[in-house]
């Protein structure tokens, strides 16, 4: 099993900030993910119609923006085709980013995080730029390097509309001193499309490729189609049941071999995404209560954890720093405790 230096310890990934505390995708749910011990801000990006990057979960910005119930806006409403799905709603692309900066963010999952909600109409839609100034801001005042991990959101699709997500990506790492092997604070680039990752391979970060649990992606899965990807990519981000899936009992099924095989492949696995709430957990671990009660999410972590994995994007950046703690210090006893019966031998 091959790993690499940047592996240690397992990096907590603060999916779309800590979004299980507050709107996905907004300054203050990126910060306090950091303060809850997340390793990386994490965030998507989508361009505007002047080709800026924002930070969105899809190019359509209706779900998670009061866009819909802005007057001046209702003929911006439209159907486009992304990836072979007809979308209907209100584009990112067919906004200013001066425009976009006069929305408020909106929670996406109302019904299941209904405390973010209430924070609807709070905060902007932030920059690709805004978000790197607050990982470096955050890195001095914490004293510890919390680094960034953006993803290039349906990258071809932004292809066909001329507005390519890739150059001002490099552009805006590259101004603040973020390529190159030794960047100011770490980075990942990630996303679902090796041809985007080829594109980014200038950069010198490492490149993360993502994986779904639909058919296609099992190829990649397999110990030659990991040799595929490790020659364009440093790391996979598999969908969790890749690694462990649920059976239909509602618990953990065998695991695959996929971190061993990915390992021996020398790339690095982060798995995606680990939330809390029952709504999302395997029906085993879900605790009496509503859909966004918490679970035994510890169990779930702990068992990723035992696998291997180097990293988890997780939307409960706390959780899994708690977890991680208790994991590698159990982990330190018992080889402690190991050595010293050895030694007594």
């Known amino acids: 099993m091959r790993r690499n230096k940047l592996d240690s310890p397992i990096k907590i990934i603060s999916h779309r900030g800590a979004s299980g505390h507050r709107p996905e995708h907004t300054l203050a749910s990126y910060e306090l993910g950091a303060r809850h011990g997340g390793d990386f801000i994490e965030m998507d990006l989508v361009a505007t119609r002047d080709g800026r990057l924002i930070c969105r979960h899809e190019a359509e910005i209706g779900e998670t923006t009061d866009v819909a119930d802005r007057p001046e806006f209702a003929d911006r409403r439209t159907t486009r085709t992304i990836d072979g799905r007809e979308v ?5 692309q067919d906004f200013t980013l001066e425009e976009i900066k006069t929305l408020r963010a909106r929670e996406r999952l109302q019904d299941v995080r209904t405390m973010n909600a209430l924070m609807d109409g709070t905060y902007e839609i932030p920059t690709l730029e805004e978000v790197i100034d607050l990982a470096l801001s955050l890195t001095a005042e914490l004293k510890r390097p919390i680094g960034i991990y953006p993803e290039t959101k349906h990258p071809s699709y932004h292809v066909s509309q001329g507005l390519d997500l890739e150059p001002p990506l490099i552009a805006a ?4 001193g973020l390529t190159g092997p030794e960047p100011r604070v770490p980075v990942f680039l990630q996303s679902f499309e090796a041809e985007s990752l080829r594109k980014l391979a200038e950069t010198e970060l490492p490149l993360v490729f993502l994986m779904g649990t639909e058919e ?23 969908a969790k049941a890749l690694i462990a899936p649920v059976g239909e009992n509602g618990d953990f099924t065998e695991p695959t071999s996929l971190v061993d095989d990915a390992h021996e492949a020398g790339l690095l696995v982060h798995p995606y995404t680990f939330r809390s709430e029952n709504h999302f957990l395997p029906p085993a671990l879900r605790s009496d209560g509503d859909a966004g009660d918490y679970g035994s999410f510890a169990a779930e972590y702990e068992l990723f954890f035992e696998l291997g994995v180097d990293g988890v994007f997780t939307d409960f950046s706390r959780h899994a720093f708690l977890v991680r703690e208790h994991f590698l210090e159990a982990g330190q006893a018992a080889q402690n405790g190991q050595g010293g019966q050895k030694k007594g031998g």
């Open 216 to 238: 296609h992606w099992r190829h990649y899965t397999t110990p030659d189609g990991l040799a595929e990807v490790a020659a364009f990519a440093h790391a996979i981000g598999p």
């Open 88 to 92: 209907t709603g209100f584009f990112a």
């Open 173 to 176: 790492l590259k101004e603040a």
